[in-house]
Structure formats: C-alpha cells, structure tokens
C-alpha cells in the first residue's frame, strides 16, 4: 500500500494561496489520492480526491504530477477557518480503507 | 438532510466497564469504520464493515468489537474498557463505488476510562 509525505507543517498569510505538497512515490496505477482536513477537536473534512488529472471544487484544487508521485493541496485565497491539520492519503488499493499518517499542520496568518 | 451523528458525544467509565458508542448514518452508505485518535497520533482503524452481517479489524481492534445488523449502524463496543482506550473515537461512511471512495466522518465521541 502506496504511503504518504508531508511537511509537518506550514504557515500561509491571510487572502494567499496555501500549497501543500504531499509525496506519494509508491502509489499504483488505480489507487486514488485523497485530502482531508481536520479542524481542531472536530471530525475529519474530506476535501477533494483525484486519480491522474487535475481536479478543483468550490474548497480547493488538486494537481497530481504527471507521474502520480506527488500532488500539492491549493487553498486558493486561505481564511483563519482553514487553520487545521491536512492529510494526504492514498487509498488502499485492497479495500475501501484509508490509512491516516500524521499530516500536515497548516496555520493560517492574519 | 443526510448526516452521520455519533451519540454520546462525551463519556466517563471506569475500567472494567463495558461501553458502547453509537454511531448512525442517514446516507444508505454500505461501508462504515471506526476510528480512535489519540494526542500525538493520526487516525487509527479500529474496525469496518462493508455491508449488513458483514465486520473486518483494523489496525488497532483488540479490546473492541461491532455488529452490523442494518445499513444505517455500526456501534462499537468496548467489552472491558481500559485506561488506554481513553480516545476520541470517530466513526466514518462511505458509499461502495469501485475505485473512489469518499468518507464521512461523524462529529466524535470523547471516551474517558478512569
């Protein structure tokens, strides 16, 4: 099963961009890349996933390099409320499972 | 509007004890999975189901068990709870598409084993 590496953590100033990198060298042709993040004491937040095109929704984009080895999270114009700690997860190729590592801390500046 | 919930939000037991944490989904989804995390650590599998009278363990399982007798519930029990199981336990759904599976997750339970 394909693992994940994140910067255990990041800070970003108000109204910029937030990019997170996440390495996935390992991954398999048919194995997802997921984001999900977790705000303080709340439950995980799924966030977007993609298999090898870029993908965006009304949270973030996702851009997975051509060889799927690593993607970066966008957070186009972060806000204080994104503050939280961000997952880069490849799911488990068996079986519906994902497997949480310990992420990336991002922290949003005023 | 469909949603998972998670009840009680909030439980003090003493060691020994047998616990019971519910978790509901309104979703139809056929997978669900419980999780533990712990200060310092990520999310950890605990168990899952991938359908009605079906369970599998995950990674940290023993001490735990479920019973899946509907779509809509996946409580997990603790048959002799111990100090280490103090945890915040969250519980996840997922809908069975092949490929891609998007899960989830319910608001937590905040277990304290004294």
């Known amino acids: 099963d394909a693992k994940t590496t994140q910067p255990p953590s990041m800070d970003c100033a108000e109204g910029r961009a937030a990019n997170l990198p996440c390495n996935h060298s390992t991954i398999s042709g048919n194995e997802y890349v997921y984001w999900y993040r977790q705000i303080h004491s709340q439950g995980p937040q799924y966030i977007i996933h993609g298999l090898k095109n870029n993908e965006t929704n009304e949270m973030a984009s996702l851009i997975i390099t051509e060889d799927r080895k690593s993607s970066t999270l966008i957070l186009p114009h972060a806000t204080l409320r994104d503050t939280a700690v961000y997952y880069c997860?490849?799911?488990?190729?068996?079986?519906?499972?994902?497997?949480f590592g310990s992420g990336t801390r991002l922290l949003v500046r005023p | 509007d469909a949603e998972i919930t998670q009840s009680p939000r909030h439980k003090i037991t003493e060691t020994g004890r047998q616990v019971t944490l519910a978790c509901h989904q309104t979703?139809?989804?056929?997978?669900m999975f419980w999780y533990r995390q712990d200060l310092g650590h990520g999310l950890r599998l605990i168990h899952y189901?991938?359908?009605?009278?079906?369970?599998n363990k995950g990674e940290v399982s023993d001490g735990y068990s479920v019973s899946r007798s509907n779509t809509e519930d996946l409580p997990l029990t603790l048959e002799s709870a111990a100090s280490s199981q103090t945890s915040v336990y969250f519980c996840?759904?997922?809908?069975?598409?092949?490929?891609?599976?998007?899960?989830?997750f319910g608001p937590g339970t905040r277990l304290t084993v004294l």
């Open positions: 997860i490849v799911r488990v190729r068996s079986s519906y499972k994902l497997i």
């Open positions: 979703w139809n989804h056929n997978n």
């Open positions: 996840a759904s997922s809908e069975a598409v092949a490929g891609a599976d998007t899960q989830y």
């Open positions: 189901s991938y359908g009605v009278q079906d369970t």
